[in-house]
């Protein structure tokens, strides 16, 4: 449901409600400034009742969406309240508060999964409060499966199956993800629509400083199907033979790269982790790599800004590893690279997507 961003009561309002209530001092204002009540409010009106989620209902988004009835004015009709909605975890330590004049909000917090979490909403009036709606309880998001939906992409990988297109030669290791065996091996997403602005990122393991090839690819994205060598809109990260790392971007207007001593060495362990993970915005693009995986140490960050319209491929394709283009194969896959828990979003990476 949509949410309402705060308002500030309007004048029409305000006539109608002095109206029915009198002057401010009235003992019929909803929004009396005497003393607090035993309850410790001041407005006079009834708490919220809250609708969804309530009684420890599991949700499916990972950010919630409150819902609640208004609350009345004890003494007037026709009064808009704004609502201050509180979230709170299981140990009733808030966790975000919002306020607005609707009835249903989205949150902004990316909750933890699996876990319990409380709301509670009162109405307010100027620097006037009403009583609290009694507490309510839900559950949070359990680890989902594979998904490639409005929300994004998600592909674990570890449990022996996929949502994308296996293409080359691949081999599942279980627990670890799937390897990509040769230059010709890459993993294919077909996403429902553009990604203008989010996360690329996915573990990567059994990857090398120096490795065959010359200008190979650990992730890339397009436009459609095209030569990813020269397609309109890729974008390409490699790991190149010697350990150097670079990335590349074309946009609706610009194409931003890295250029010269941009191209950074990196030395990898081919036993550890490593969280590479591109994040876009509408005038940026950063791309980071972790040792250790996403709570690991920052090897690398660059970024560079750009204008125009922004990055816009239509279809949007997103590959790990990448497909042959004119460059040939030398220029595709880094070679026997393991890679798992693909992530792909306007959200960014949640918890449960790095293990």
């Given at each position: ?33 005497s ?35 208004a ?17 709170l ?19 902004n ?7 319990t979490?409380k ?124 350990g ?47 040792e ?13 800004g ?14 790990a590893g ?34």
């Open positions: 449901m949509q949410q309402k961003a705060f308002v500030v009561m309007g004048a029409a309002a305000l006539m109608a409600l002095m109206m029915a209530c009198g002057e401010s001092n009235s003992p019929t204002s909803p929004a009396n400034p003393p607090a009540a035993a309850d410790g409010t001041t407005l006079k009106a009834t708490a919220p009742a809250l609708v969804d989620p309530i009684g420890g209902k599991r949700i499916a988004d990972q950010q919630p969406t409150l819902t609640f009835k609350a009345s004015a004890k003494y007037a009709t026709g009064v808009t309240f704004t609502y201050r909605v509180q979230l975890n299981a140990a009733d330590a808030p966790v975000e508060e919002r306020t607005g004049t609707g009835l249903s909000v989205k949150m917090t990316v909750l933890d999964v699996n876990k979490y709301w509670k909403v009162r109405a307010e009036m100027d620097s006037s409060a009403g009583p609290w709606s009694a507490t309510e309880t839900f559950l949070s998001l359990d680890i989902p499966k594979a998904f490639n939906n409005a929300d994004g992409l998600y592909d674990p990988l570890t449990d022996g199956t996929t949502i994308g297109k296996f293409m080359g030669s691949i081999t599942f290791v279980p627990g670890k993800g799937v390897r990509l065996e040769d230059f010709s091996s890459f993993i294919q997403y077909a996403l429902p629509q553009t990604v203008s602005a989010g996360e690329f990122s996915m573990i990567v393991t059994n990857i090398g400083t120096i490795s065959d090839g010359d200008k190979t690819k650990v992730m890339c994205m397009s436009q459609g199907l095209g030569d990813i060598i020269t397609n309109e809109r890729r974008y390409t990260l490699e790991k190149r033979n010697t150097d790392v670079a990335w590349r971007m074309i946009t609706h207007d610009l194409q931003i790269d890295t250029e010269g001593a941009e191209r950074v060495h990196v030395d990898f362990h081919g036993s550890m982790d490593y969280l590479f993970q591109s994040v876009w915005t509408a005038t940026n693009l950063r791309v980071r790599i972790y250790g995986g996403a709570s690991g140490k920052l090897i690398y960050d660059m970024g560079k750009f204008i125009g319209r922004g990055y816009d491929p239509n279809p949007h394709y997103a590959f990448a497909p042959t283009g004119r460059s040939g194969a030398t220029a595709a896959t880094v070679p026997k690279i393991i890679v798992r828990q693909v992530w792909l979003s306007r959200n960014p990476r949640p918890a449960y997507a790095n293990k």
